[in-house]
């Protein structure tokens, strides 16, 4: 018998974000953070815009490890979860930016 592949078994986060991706319960909690996280992304995301050296900083430390967690999730060639999350998040932070800068909020 062969041994099975690491790649294959779900990573540490993998198990610790599953319960708030599959029980409806929890569904309203992941809501509010990845909102929050969202936000939060769109502002730093603003104020490298501005030019700011310290967010942009912030905005490499948060994308080095978005990279690695995206890599980490990846199994089979296939996104897990959180590669899933991650990369929705960064997307919700640029949708954001882009509304706050037209808006005026930011």
Known sequence: ????????????????????????MLWPLSLVVVGTLGTFGAYLLVRVYEGDLFALASLFLLGWMSFDGVRGSMRGGRPG????????????????????????FF
Do not use: K
């Open 1 to 24: 018998m062969t041994e099975p592949d690491p790649r294959d078994e779900p990573g540490r986060v993998d198990e610790l974000l599953r319960p708030f991706l599959t029980d409806s």
């Open 81 to 104: 979860p959180v590669a899933i999350l991650i990369l929705v998040l960064w997307g919700l932070s640029a949708v954001g930016a882009v509304v706050g800068l037209r808006v005026g």
